[in-house]
Protein backbone atom coordinates (compact mmCIF):
# COMPACT_ATOMS: atom_id res chain seq x y z
CA UNK A 1 0.00 0.00 0.00
CA UNK A 2 1.22 3.27 -0.70
CA UNK A 3 2.06 5.88 2.20
CA UNK A 4 0.92 9.39 2.59
CA UNK A 5 3.15 11.63 2.29
CA UNK A 6 3.33 15.62 2.89
CA UNK A 7 4.27 17.75 0.09
CA UNK A 8 7.53 18.58 1.68
CA UNK A 9 8.30 16.30 4.48
CA UNK A 10 11.70 15.61 3.67
CA UNK A 11 12.46 19.61 4.79
CA UNK A 12 10.30 19.56 7.64
CA UNK A 13 12.10 19.63 11.29
CA UNK A 14 10.49 16.56 12.29
CA UNK A 15 11.98 14.46 9.76
CA UNK A 16 15.59 16.51 9.77
CA UNK A 17 15.41 15.32 13.20
CA UNK A 18 14.82 11.24 12.21
CA UNK A 19 15.27 11.38 8.23
CA UNK A 20 15.88 7.22 8.70
CA UNK A 21 11.76 7.50 9.24
CA UNK A 22 10.96 9.18 6.19
CA UNK A 23 13.73 6.68 3.90
CA UNK A 24 11.98 3.84 5.37
CA UNK A 25 8.38 4.83 3.67
CA UNK A 26 9.83 6.16 0.74
CA UNK A 27 11.75 2.61 0.25
CA UNK A 28 8.50 0.72 1.08
CA UNK A 29 6.28 3.35 -0.98
CA UNK A 30 6.57 0.92 -4.64
CA UNK A 31 7.41 4.23 -6.71
CA UNK A 32 9.69 7.62 -6.32
CA UNK A 33 7.87 10.12 -3.94
CA UNK A 34 7.27 13.36 -5.15
CA UNK A 35 8.18 16.41 -3.10
CA UNK A 36 8.35 19.87 -3.68
CA UNK A 37 11.57 21.95 -2.62
CA UNK A 38 12.33 24.83 -1.21
CA UNK A 39 12.68 26.60 -4.47
CA UNK A 40 9.68 25.17 -5.21
CA UNK A 41 10.66 22.62 -8.04
CA UNK A 42 8.86 18.99 -8.06
CA UNK A 43 11.60 16.68 -6.74
CA UNK A 44 11.18 13.14 -6.87
CA UNK A 45 12.76 11.23 -3.71
CA UNK A 46 14.70 7.30 -4.46
CA UNK A 47 15.52 5.59 -1.67
CA UNK A 48 16.31 1.97 -2.42
CA UNK A 49 19.47 0.65 -2.66
CA UNK A 50 19.28 -1.14 -6.08
CA UNK A 51 16.85 2.07 -7.45
CA UNK A 52 19.39 5.10 -6.30
CA UNK A 53 22.08 2.81 -8.46
CA UNK A 54 19.70 1.88 -10.74
CA UNK A 55 19.42 5.90 -10.93
CA UNK A 56 22.92 6.80 -10.78
CA UNK A 57 23.57 4.31 -13.61
CA UNK A 58 20.72 5.53 -15.88
CA UNK A 59 21.41 7.41 -19.35
CA UNK A 60 18.74 9.40 -19.14
CA UNK A 61 19.32 11.08 -15.75
CA UNK A 62 21.59 13.28 -15.68
CA UNK A 63 22.75 16.80 -14.88
CA UNK A 64 22.90 18.89 -18.27
CA UNK A 65 18.90 19.23 -18.86
CA UNK A 66 19.81 22.48 -20.61
CA UNK A 67 21.09 19.99 -23.71
CA UNK A 68 17.45 18.17 -23.58
CA UNK A 69 15.41 20.80 -23.46
CA UNK A 70 13.40 21.32 -26.91
CA UNK A 71 14.61 24.71 -28.16
CA UNK A 72 17.46 25.81 -25.18
CA UNK A 73 20.50 27.24 -25.82
CA UNK A 74 23.45 27.10 -23.81
CA UNK A 75 25.03 30.18 -22.97
CA UNK A 76 28.77 31.03 -24.60
CA UNK A 77 31.63 31.28 -22.38
CA UNK A 78 31.89 34.73 -23.36
CA UNK A 79 28.48 35.67 -22.23
CA UNK A 80 29.00 34.11 -18.78
CA UNK A 81 30.85 36.53 -15.52
CA UNK A 82 34.10 34.69 -14.81
CA UNK A 83 32.61 32.97 -11.62
CA UNK A 84 29.49 31.51 -13.94
CA UNK A 85 32.03 30.21 -16.25
CA UNK A 86 33.96 28.37 -13.48
CA UNK A 87 30.66 26.72 -11.77
CA UNK A 88 29.83 25.87 -15.15
CA UNK A 89 33.12 23.74 -15.99
CA UNK A 90 32.51 21.97 -12.56
CA UNK A 91 33.40 17.75 -12.96
CA UNK A 92 30.79 17.06 -10.60
CA UNK A 93 27.94 18.84 -12.91
CA UNK A 94 28.57 17.46 -16.05
CA UNK A 95 27.54 14.90 -18.08
CA UNK A 96 29.33 12.58 -20.94
CA UNK A 97 30.87 13.79 -23.27
CA UNK A 98 32.52 16.86 -21.26
CA UNK A 99 32.70 14.75 -17.73
CA UNK A 100 34.26 12.19 -19.49
CA UNK A 101 37.36 13.49 -20.60
CA UNK A 102 37.81 16.11 -17.95
CA UNK A 103 37.72 13.04 -15.34
CA UNK A 104 39.94 10.96 -17.16
CA UNK A 105 42.77 13.42 -17.26
CA UNK A 106 42.45 14.23 -13.61
CA UNK A 107 41.46 10.54 -12.35
CA UNK A 108 45.44 9.42 -12.54
CA UNK A 109 46.28 12.04 -9.30
CA UNK A 110 43.69 10.23 -7.24
CA UNK A 111 44.08 6.96 -7.01
CA UNK A 112 44.64 4.23 -4.47
CA UNK A 113 48.39 4.59 -5.00
CA UNK A 114 49.00 8.13 -5.57
CA UNK A 115 47.40 8.83 -2.57
CA UNK A 116 48.97 6.25 -0.23
CA UNK A 117 52.11 9.10 -1.48
CA UNK A 118 50.38 11.43 1.16
CA UNK A 119 50.37 8.76 3.90
CA UNK A 120 53.24 9.87 6.02
CA UNK A 121 52.31 13.49 5.93
CA UNK A 122 48.51 12.65 6.91
CA UNK A 123 50.74 10.77 9.78
CA UNK A 124 52.35 13.42 10.76
CA UNK A 125 49.27 15.91 10.34
CA UNK A 126 47.34 13.79 13.00
CA UNK A 127 50.31 12.99 15.13
CA UNK A 128 50.74 16.64 15.62
CA UNK A 129 46.76 17.25 15.73
CA UNK A 130 46.62 14.00 18.54
CA UNK A 131 49.22 15.67 20.81
CA UNK A 132 47.70 19.07 21.14
CA UNK A 133 44.72 17.79 22.16
CA UNK A 134 46.51 15.45 24.83
CA UNK A 135 48.17 19.07 26.58
CA UNK A 136 45.26 21.07 25.69
CA UNK A 137 42.38 18.37 27.96
CA UNK A 138 39.50 20.16 26.68
CA UNK A 139 38.88 19.34 23.11
CA UNK A 140 36.97 19.89 19.89
CA UNK A 141 36.61 17.25 17.91
CA UNK A 142 35.21 19.49 14.96
CA UNK A 143 37.84 22.81 15.39
CA UNK A 144 40.90 20.57 17.24
CA UNK A 145 40.42 17.59 15.03
CA UNK A 146 38.99 17.11 12.12
CA UNK A 147 38.51 20.50 10.61
CA UNK A 148 42.41 21.10 10.19
CA UNK A 149 43.16 17.60 8.19
CA UNK A 150 41.21 17.79 5.19
CA UNK A 151 42.16 21.74 3.70
CA UNK A 152 45.80 21.25 4.87
CA UNK A 153 45.99 17.87 2.90
CA UNK A 154 44.42 19.30 -0.14
CA UNK A 155 46.80 22.01 -0.22
CA UNK A 156 49.64 19.57 0.24
CA UNK A 157 48.26 17.35 -2.16
CA UNK A 158 47.63 20.34 -4.82
CA UNK A 159 51.64 21.97 -4.28
CA UNK A 160 50.28 24.95 -1.92
CA UNK A 161 53.29 26.16 -0.32
CA UNK A 162 53.69 26.68 3.33
CA UNK A 163 53.90 30.21 3.19
CA UNK A 164 50.54 30.15 1.15
CA UNK A 165 48.51 28.05 3.73
CA UNK A 166 46.45 30.41 5.69
CA UNK A 167 45.23 32.31 2.73
CA UNK A 168 44.43 29.17 0.92
CA UNK A 169 42.54 28.20 3.95
CA UNK A 170 40.51 31.54 4.37
CA UNK A 171 39.72 31.20 0.79
CA UNK A 172 38.54 27.37 1.27
CA UNK A 173 36.78 28.73 4.12
CA UNK A 174 34.34 31.28 2.12
CA UNK A 175 33.86 29.31 -0.84
CA UNK A 176 32.87 26.03 1.00
CA UNK A 177 30.73 27.98 3.53
CA UNK A 178 29.06 29.63 0.03
CA UNK A 179 29.02 32.69 2.10
CA UNK A 180 28.41 36.16 0.05
CA UNK A 181 32.39 36.26 0.01
CA UNK A 182 32.71 33.12 -1.78
CA UNK A 183 32.68 34.96 -5.22
CA UNK A 184 35.12 37.42 -4.25
CA UNK A 185 37.26 34.27 -3.10
CA UNK A 186 36.61 32.56 -6.39
CA UNK A 187 38.44 35.59 -7.82
CA UNK A 188 40.95 35.77 -5.71
CA UNK A 189 41.43 32.49 -5.30
CA UNK A 190 41.47 31.83 -9.34
CA UNK A 191 44.40 34.70 -9.80
CA UNK A 192 46.18 32.74 -6.83
CA UNK A 193 46.22 29.57 -8.56
CA UNK A 194 47.50 31.28 -11.80
CA UNK A 195 50.49 32.62 -10.24
CA UNK A 196 51.00 29.00 -8.77
CA UNK A 197 50.40 27.50 -12.57
CA UNK A 198 52.81 29.98 -13.59
CA UNK A 199 55.46 28.78 -11.07
CA UNK A 200 55.12 25.87 -11.92
CA UNK A 201 55.47 25.88 -15.79
CA UNK A 202 58.88 27.92 -14.69
CA UNK A 203 60.06 25.28 -12.21
CA UNK A 204 58.31 21.51 -12.22
CA UNK A 205 57.83 19.33 -9.18
CA UNK A 206 55.81 16.59 -8.16
CA UNK A 207 52.25 18.12 -7.18
CA UNK A 208 48.73 18.52 -8.26
CA UNK A 209 49.39 21.48 -10.06
CA UNK A 210 52.23 20.56 -12.03
CA UNK A 211 50.40 18.29 -13.68
CA UNK A 212 47.68 19.83 -14.35
CA UNK A 213 49.83 22.96 -16.20
CA UNK A 214 50.96 19.92 -18.40
CA UNK A 215 47.75 19.24 -19.09
CA UNK A 216 46.75 22.85 -19.76
CA UNK A 217 50.25 23.00 -22.24
CA UNK A 218 48.96 20.18 -24.39
CA UNK A 219 46.78 22.16 -26.41
CA UNK A 220 42.99 22.04 -26.04
CA UNK A 221 43.03 19.59 -23.15
CA UNK A 222 42.32 21.19 -19.80
CA UNK A 223 41.81 24.97 -19.93
CA UNK A 224 42.26 27.34 -17.37
CA UNK A 225 38.84 27.54 -15.90
CA UNK A 226 38.58 24.20 -16.25
CA UNK A 227 41.64 23.73 -13.61
CA UNK A 228 40.05 26.44 -11.44
CA UNK A 229 36.93 24.87 -11.31
CA UNK A 230 38.62 21.35 -10.46
CA UNK A 231 40.60 22.85 -7.44
CA UNK A 232 37.71 24.68 -6.49
CA UNK A 233 35.84 21.63 -6.23
CA UNK A 234 38.05 19.93 -4.28
CA UNK A 235 37.94 21.91 -1.74
CA UNK A 236 33.78 21.93 -2.04
CA UNK A 237 33.27 18.27 -2.34
CA UNK A 238 36.55 17.34 -0.29
CA UNK A 239 36.42 19.64 3.17
CA UNK A 240 32.81 19.61 5.06
CA UNK A 241 32.56 15.68 4.14
CA UNK A 242 35.55 14.37 5.28
CA UNK A 243 35.30 16.42 8.77
CA UNK A 244 32.10 14.64 8.90
CA UNK A 245 33.21 11.74 8.53
CA UNK A 246 35.95 12.25 10.98
CA UNK A 247 33.77 13.75 13.29
CA UNK A 248 30.70 11.40 13.45
CA UNK A 249 33.31 8.47 13.55
CA UNK A 250 34.41 10.02 16.72
CA UNK A 251 30.75 10.36 18.25
CA UNK A 252 30.06 6.89 16.88
CA UNK A 253 32.73 5.42 18.52
CA UNK A 254 32.51 7.71 22.10
CA UNK A 255 28.52 6.32 22.41
CA UNK A 256 29.27 2.98 21.56
CA UNK A 257 31.72 2.36 24.64
CA UNK A 258 32.28 -1.74 23.46
CA UNK A 259 33.09 -0.06 19.93
CA UNK A 260 35.13 1.86 21.03
CA UNK A 261 37.22 -0.67 23.78
CA UNK A 262 37.68 -2.74 20.49
CA UNK A 263 38.99 -0.38 18.49
CA UNK A 264 41.63 1.16 21.41
CA UNK A 265 42.46 -2.72 22.01
CA UNK A 266 43.13 -3.17 17.70
CA UNK A 267 43.58 0.22 16.02
CA UNK A 268 43.43 -1.64 12.94
CA UNK A 269 39.64 -1.85 13.04
CA UNK A 270 40.03 1.90 12.28
CA UNK A 271 39.29 1.00 8.61
CA UNK A 272 36.36 -0.52 9.92
CA UNK A 273 35.25 2.50 11.96
CA UNK A 274 35.88 4.30 8.52
CA UNK A 275 33.63 2.30 6.49
CA UNK A 276 30.62 1.57 8.98
CA UNK A 277 30.42 5.34 9.66
CA UNK A 278 29.88 5.84 5.92
CA UNK A 279 27.06 3.44 5.92
CA UNK A 280 25.15 4.85 9.16
CA UNK A 281 25.64 8.25 8.79
CA UNK A 282 27.52 8.98 5.77
CA UNK A 283 28.22 12.66 4.71
CA UNK A 284 26.09 12.83 1.78
CA UNK A 285 22.66 12.56 2.47
CA UNK A 286 20.98 12.98 -1.22
CA UNK A 287 23.56 13.09 -4.17
CA UNK A 288 23.61 16.58 -6.33
CA UNK A 289 20.37 16.48 -7.75
CA UNK A 290 19.59 15.17 -11.20
CA UNK A 291 17.13 15.92 -13.74
CA UNK A 292 14.95 13.42 -15.70
CA UNK A 293 16.17 14.28 -19.43
CA UNK A 294 12.62 12.52 -20.32
CA UNK A 295 9.86 10.64 -18.82
CA UNK A 296 11.58 7.72 -16.90
CA UNK A 297 10.09 4.70 -15.35
CA UNK A 298 12.44 4.06 -12.65
CA UNK A 299 11.33 2.32 -8.66
CA UNK A 300 8.53 0.71 -10.04
CA UNK A 301 6.92 4.05 -10.84
CA UNK A 302 7.72 7.20 -13.16
CA UNK A 303 9.23 10.07 -13.02
CA UNK A 304 8.23 13.08 -15.72
CA UNK A 305 10.73 14.56 -18.34
CA UNK A 306 12.73 17.76 -16.94
CA UNK A 307 11.83 17.11 -13.17
CA UNK A 308 14.59 17.02 -10.31
CA UNK A 309 15.46 13.63 -9.02
CA UNK A 310 16.72 12.98 -5.53
CA UNK A 311 18.76 9.68 -4.93
CA UNK A 312 19.37 8.96 -1.18
CA UNK A 313 22.01 7.67 -0.07
CA UNK A 314 20.78 7.77 3.02
CA UNK A 315 18.13 5.35 2.29
CA UNK A 316 19.96 2.97 -0.03
CA UNK A 317 22.89 2.52 2.93
CA UNK A 318 19.70 1.91 5.61
CA UNK A 319 18.22 -1.03 2.88
CA UNK A 320 17.12 -3.98 4.78
CA UNK A 321 16.83 -5.91 1.54
CA UNK A 322 20.97 -5.42 1.62
CA UNK A 323 22.21 -4.50 5.58
CA UNK A 324 21.70 -6.55 7.90
CA UNK A 325 19.90 -4.75 11.28
CA UNK A 326 20.26 -1.84 9.20
CA UNK A 327 19.73 0.89 11.78
CA UNK A 328 21.82 -1.08 14.49
CA UNK A 329 26.08 0.76 14.07
CA UNK A 330 28.22 -2.36 14.40
CA UNK A 331 31.78 -2.08 12.67
CA UNK A 332 31.72 -5.90 12.93
CA UNK A 333 29.39 -6.15 9.82
CA UNK A 334 30.95 -8.41 7.49
CA UNK A 335 28.07 -6.42 4.32
CA UNK A 336 29.24 -2.65 4.82
CA UNK A 337 31.13 -2.44 1.89
CA UNK A 338 27.75 -3.00 -0.01
CA UNK A 339 27.47 0.59 1.10
CA UNK A 340 27.39 3.99 -1.95
CA UNK A 341 28.45 6.59 0.49
CA UNK A 342 30.79 7.83 -2.24
CA UNK A 343 28.18 7.36 -5.05
CA UNK A 344 28.62 4.93 -7.90
CA UNK A 345 28.62 4.69 -11.62
CA UNK A 346 30.55 7.80 -13.42
CA UNK A 347 30.70 10.51 -10.78
CA UNK A 348 31.97 7.89 -8.11
CA UNK A 349 33.54 10.20 -5.54
CA UNK A 350 37.30 11.22 -7.14
CA UNK A 351 38.49 11.65 -3.41
CA UNK A 352 37.38 8.06 -1.71
CA UNK A 353 40.86 6.69 -1.28
CA UNK A 354 41.99 10.23 0.23
CA UNK A 355 38.77 10.86 2.55
CA UNK A 356 39.66 6.79 3.24
CA UNK A 357 43.36 6.89 4.47
CA UNK A 358 42.69 10.32 6.33
CA UNK A 359 39.79 9.47 8.45
CA UNK A 360 41.31 5.96 8.79
CA UNK A 361 44.77 7.37 10.09
CA UNK A 362 42.90 9.71 12.50
CA UNK A 363 40.61 7.02 13.85
CA UNK A 364 43.99 5.02 14.45
CA UNK A 365 46.14 7.44 15.79
CA UNK A 366 42.87 8.49 18.48
CA UNK A 367 42.20 5.03 19.29
CA UNK A 368 46.54 4.89 20.35
CA UNK A 369 46.89 8.29 21.92
CA UNK A 370 44.03 9.09 22.97
CA UNK A 371 42.45 6.68 25.00
CA UNK A 372 40.54 7.99 27.67
CA UNK A 373 39.00 10.13 24.83
CA UNK A 374 35.15 10.58 26.47
CA UNK A 375 32.19 13.08 25.21
CA UNK A 376 32.17 16.39 27.22
CA UNK A 377 28.13 16.72 27.16
CA UNK A 378 25.65 13.81 27.92
CA UNK A 379 25.22 11.89 25.34
CA UNK A 380 21.29 12.78 25.08
CA UNK A 381 22.28 16.60 24.40
CA UNK A 382 23.93 15.54 20.91
CA UNK A 383 20.63 14.12 19.54
CA UNK A 384 20.13 18.31 19.12
CA UNK A 385 23.27 19.08 18.23
CA UNK A 386 24.48 20.60 15.03
CA UNK A 387 28.14 19.03 14.86
CA UNK A 388 29.25 21.98 12.31
CA UNK A 389 27.75 24.57 14.34
CA UNK A 390 28.27 23.50 17.99
CA UNK A 391 31.08 21.55 17.63
CA UNK A 392 31.59 18.11 19.37
CA UNK A 393 32.93 18.82 23.54
CA UNK A 394 35.45 16.45 24.65
CA UNK A 395 37.99 15.67 27.02
CA UNK A 396 40.82 13.74 27.43
CA UNK A 397 43.20 13.35 30.60
CA UNK A 398 42.64 12.71 34.44
CA UNK A 399 38.48 12.35 35.14
CA UNK A 400 38.88 15.44 37.30
CA UNK A 401 39.72 17.55 34.59
C1 LIG B 1 31.97 13.14 -5.89
C2 LIG B 1 31.09 11.73 -1.33
C3 LIG B 1 35.49 13.31 0.00
C4 LIG B 1 36.24 14.98 -4.48
C5 LIG B 1 31.38 12.60 -4.77
C6 LIG B 1 30.10 11.93 -4.75
C7 LIG B 1 29.84 11.56 -3.47
C8 LIG B 1 30.97 11.96 -2.69
C9 LIG B 1 28.60 10.85 -2.95
C10 LIG B 1 29.22 11.63 -5.97
C11 LIG B 1 28.31 12.75 -6.27
C12 LIG B 1 27.37 12.44 -7.39
O1 LIG B 1 27.16 11.29 -7.77
O2 LIG B 1 26.80 13.42 -7.87
C13 LIG B 1 32.21 12.04 -0.59
C14 LIG B 1 32.39 11.68 0.80
C15 LIG B 1 33.62 12.13 1.18
C16 LIG B 1 34.21 12.77 0.02
C17 LIG B 1 31.37 10.91 1.63
C18 LIG B 1 34.32 12.06 2.50
C19 LIG B 1 34.08 11.19 3.41
C20 LIG B 1 36.09 13.84 -1.11
C21 LIG B 1 37.46 14.34 -1.15
C22 LIG B 1 37.65 14.84 -2.41
C23 LIG B 1 36.42 14.62 -3.16
C24 LIG B 1 38.44 14.31 0.01
C25 LIG B 1 38.86 15.46 -3.04
C26 LIG B 1 39.88 15.93 -2.43
C27 LIG B 1 35.12 14.63 -5.21
C28 LIG B 1 34.97 15.01 -6.60
C29 LIG B 1 33.73 14.49 -7.01
C30 LIG B 1 33.16 13.80 -5.86
C31 LIG B 1 35.96 15.82 -7.44
C32 LIG B 1 33.10 14.60 -8.39
C33 LIG B 1 33.43 13.39 -9.22
C34 LIG B 1 32.76 13.39 -10.55
O3 LIG B 1 31.77 14.12 -10.75
O4 LIG B 1 33.21 12.63 -11.42
N1 LIG B 1 31.90 12.58 -3.49
N2 LIG B 1 33.33 12.70 -1.03
N3 LIG B 1 35.50 14.00 -2.33
N4 LIG B 1 34.03 13.91 -4.80
FE1 LIG B 1 33.74 13.21 -2.95
Not at 50 to 56: R, S
Not at 90 to 104: A, C, E, K, M, V
Not at 288 to 298: L, Q, T, W, Y
Given at each position: ??????IS??W???????P?????R??NN????????P?????W????H?????????????????R????S??P??????????I??????S?????H??????????F???A??R?E??????????????????????V????????????????????????????????????????????????????????????????D?????V?L???????????????????L?A?Q???V??????????????????A????????????E?T???????????????????E???????????????L???N?????????????????D?R??????????????A??????????????????????L???P?????????????P??V????L
Amino acid sequence: MAAEFGISELWDPTVRRDPHGFYDRVRNNGGPVLQIDPTGARFWVIAGHADVLDGLHHPAIGHEVHRHWPGSRQPAPHELSEVARIEARQLISLDPPDHTRLRGLVSSGFTARAVARLEPWIADLADRLVARARRQGHVDGVADLADPVPVNVIAELVGVPESDRSRFRAWSAAIVSGSVDGPAATLEFGAYLDDLAARRRAAPTDDLMTQLVALEEQGDRLDRDELVALVQLLLVAGQETTVDLIVNGIRLLLTHPEQWQAVRDDPTLAAAVVEETLRFRGPVEIVPPRFAFRDVEIAGGRIPAFDRVGLSLWGANRDPAVFDRPHVFDIHRPDVRKHIAFGHGIHFCLGAHLARLESRIMFERIARNLPDLRLAVDPAELEGFRLHQDGLPLRVGPRDL
